[in-house]
């Protein structure tokens, strides 16, 4: 019953070009969303959130998007780094509560 | 301001054994969760605390599952007797108390296998 899915696994891109991931959802409960990066031996870090009231937001190099009727978020990085190769995560929760549901996650790998 | 930190960082037991994880949230952090990690797939929400109580436990898998967190400070996670699919990695997350946007932080995990 995976409710957030992430069908990409990976996901490479030449640095300096836009990373674009994917994420769609299956419950319409979910009104938060948010992006967690991680790399290799460490915990997953907060990146990036979008309210459900919200079609889009942006913090620098990072831009999240929200299409409520499709059920699908995406996240946009312009331009993308090196330093941007990790494995993302996309989560979501209700109101109701504060545990997160997450994706199976998506490895980018930019290539110099 | 230190993480959250967990221990041990790797585990490795035999089937049938006992094996308990620690997790240490950010000081003053009221909100503690367990999540979990098997095989590369998503990541799964398996039990949130406020200080001392157990807020939801909607995700335990089972009975062999044994979370406590002792007067609101560092939690432990219990898994007897092991079996092969509780491999994969233990992650501890804490947030301040107050509303759920409130960002959860995450600590490095713990990877168990069990053989």
């Known amino acids: 019953d995976q409710q957030v899915k992430q069908n990409s696994p990976s996901l490479s891109v030449q640095e300096g070009r836009i990373s674009i991931l994917n994420c769609d959802y299956t419950?319409?409960?979910?009104?938060?969303f948010l992006w967690y990066k991680k790399y290799p031996a460490e915990g997953p870090t907060f990146l990036i959130s979008?309210?459900?009231?919200?079609d889009k937001n942006e913090d620098g190099r990072f831009t999240v998007f929200l299409n409520k009727s499709a059920k699908h978020l995406s996240l946009h990085i312009v331009p993308s780094q090196p330093g941007d190769s990790a494995v993302y995560f996309c989560?979501?929760?209700?109101?109701?509560?504060?545990?997160?549901?997450f994706g199976a996650g998506t490895t980018v790998t930019v290539r110099a | 301001e230190a993480g959250v930190t967990q221990f041990p960082s790797h585990s490795v037991i035999e089937k049938g054994q006992t094996v308990t994880l620690r997790c240490d949230p950010i000081?003053?952090?009221?909100?503690l969760y367990w999540y979990r990690r098997v095989m590369g797939k998503e990541i799964k929400f398996l039990l949130h605390?406020?200080?001392?109580?157990?807020?939801?436990e909607s995700g335990m898998p089972n009975n062999r599952f044994l979370a406590e967190r002792t007067g609101g400070t560092y939690s432990t996670l219990k898994v007897q007797p092991a079996e092969l699919e509780d491999s994969g990695v233990y992650f501890c997350?804490?947030?301040?108390?107050?509303?759920?946007?409130?960002?959860?932080?995450f600590g490095p995990g713990t990877r168990l296998t069990v053989l």
């Open positions: 997350a804490s947030s301040q108390v107050g509303h759920r946007y409130n960002e959860q932080f």
């Open positions: 419950n319409s409960m979910f009104d938060y």
């Open positions: 979008i309210s459900s009231i919200k």
């Open positions: 989560a979501a929760s209700t109101s109701n509560d504060y545990k997160l549901s």
């Open positions: 000081s003053g952090h009221d909100n």
């Open positions: 605390f406020v200080k001392e109580s157990k807020q939801d």
